[in-house]
């Protein structure tokens, strides 16, 4: 069985190129993206996560950590971390698990429980290994992506959701299709009207079971 929305990540010890944590530690009290790729050295991952790198900034604004996933060992992360900083211009500071037991893979149900490394593997021996995964404060799974190999991850779509979970969380609402940051809101149906009035000030009744308002900053 693997993880479903709102269920607590599983509290593993990983071993990083930046040291061993263990995934709650890691989260502490922020929010938290896991990225998953296949294998190092791989011409679509490099481009991924150095688009991660050059979101930095942005992470932090949001409180939020990044820690990559890769099934090859630290001596290859400190490697490929070249590359990446070579090919995006950014400094790729966030830690990448060396899950070369494939503990955390399998947790995640990324891969299957037989799964194993053959010797001499190409990237399609690990080609489920390419997710994304949302964590908040309280070390629940808010949001997954799974993307196939020959598809780059948008990150921008990634930043997206985050803005979105945390202004749900924040203000007990929904955000409807291709909403951005700034834009109208839903009202939850399980609040009335009188209680939206109240919490909300004015907003817009689209549908008896649609309303929207637009949030004070």
Not at 73 to 96: M, R
Not at 183 to 190: L, N
Request: glycine share 8%.
């Amino acid at each position: 069985m693997g993880l479903r929305i709102n269920d607590t990540i599983p509290n593993l010890t990983v071993q990083t190129d930046q040291g061993t944590v263990t995934l709650h530690d890691f989260v502490g009290d922020h929010w938290a993206i896991l990225f998953s790729h296949p294998k190092d050295f791989t011409p679509v991952c490099t481009t991924e996560f150095g688009a991660v790198a050059q979101l930095a900034d942005e992470w932090a604004k949001r409180g939020t950590k990044v820690m990559g996933i890769s099934v090859d060992g630290v001596a290859d992360h400190i490697k490929w971390k070249k590359d990446i900083e070579t090919a995006s211009g950014a400094k790729a500071g966030f830690p990448i698990v060396a899950d070369t037991d494939l503990a955390l893979s399998k947790a995640f149900d990324m891969l299957p429980a037989e799964a194993y490394l053959p010797d001499g593997r190409t990237p399609n021996d690990t080609a489920t290994v390419r997710a994304v995964f949302i964590i908040g404060p309280d070390k629940k799974l808010k949001l997954s992506m799974t993307y196939p190999m020959n598809v780059g991850r948008n990150f921008a779509e990634v930043l997206r959701a985050l803005d979105g979970l945390q202004t749900a969380a924040k203000n007990g609402v929904a955000t409807p299709a291709n909403w951005e940051v700034g834009q109208d809101v839903i009202i939850p149906t399980s609040v009335s009207d009188a209680d939206a009035k109240a919490k909300f000030g004015d907003f817009t009744t689209v549908l008896p079971y649609l309303r929207k308002t637009s949030l004070k900053v």
